[in-house]
């Protein structure tokens, strides 16, 4: 057994002794419970112990309905967990071509994602919403709950990604 399990059950001991010995130790957790749930209910900037954030991969889009259009949960995906290569195959040839001929491509779109990991907005959670059919495609219409970094600052903003015939995407807005 290692170090921090003996710690983990020399403190369990310990405290149901003191319970059995003190009476008032019950009461005493059952305030510093009581005061550590309103503190953090409050934002007091206690951290929360019972909402642990998964890593960037577990924690990331996996789409939500079976009509989504694959193209769009790679690109959320993508911008979600700053990787490039999911982004660059949501692309419709058209859109490639054109950062192509800018001299951009997967590395410049990794460098973006880079920076915005530092600074930008972290995409928390999308919504897909449907899509509507056009002559030389379709549009997808989603809603994306974007935060800023700060406790508590989440908006809301509308997608709308323009896809191809193949269902690549041609053009976000």
């Known amino acids: 057994m290692n170090i921090f399990g003996r710690v983990i ?28 749930l309103v503190a953090t209910s409050l934002n007091f ?38 990787d490039a290569r999911l982004v660059w195959d949501a692309y419709s040839e058209r859109m490639r071509r054109a950062y192509q001929q800018r001299g951009a491509g997967v590395d410049d779109i990794q460098r973006q994602l880079e920076a915005s990991k530092q600074r930008g907005p972290r995409i928390e959670q999308a919504q897909y919403i449907g899509s509507y059919p056009i002559p030389s495609g379709k ?22 990604f323009t896809l191809d015939s193949a269902g690549k995407i041609d053009r976000v807005e």
């Open 139 to 160: 549009m997808a219409f989603y809603v994306i709950a974007q935060s800023s970094g700060g406790r508590g600052s989440v908006s809301y903003v509308p997608y709308t």
């Open 9 to 36: 059950r020399r403190i369990a001991a310990r405290s149901v002794r003191g319970v059995y010995r003190r009476r008032g130790f019950i009461a005493l957790g059952a305030v510093l419970v009581a005061v550590y």
């Open 45 to 82: 900037g206690l951290p929360d112990l019972f909402n642990v954030p998964q890593n960037e991969v577990g924690n990331a889009y996996q789409g939500s309905s079976d009509s989504e259009p694959q193209a769009t949960v790679s690109y959320i995906k993508g911008q979600q967990v700053y």
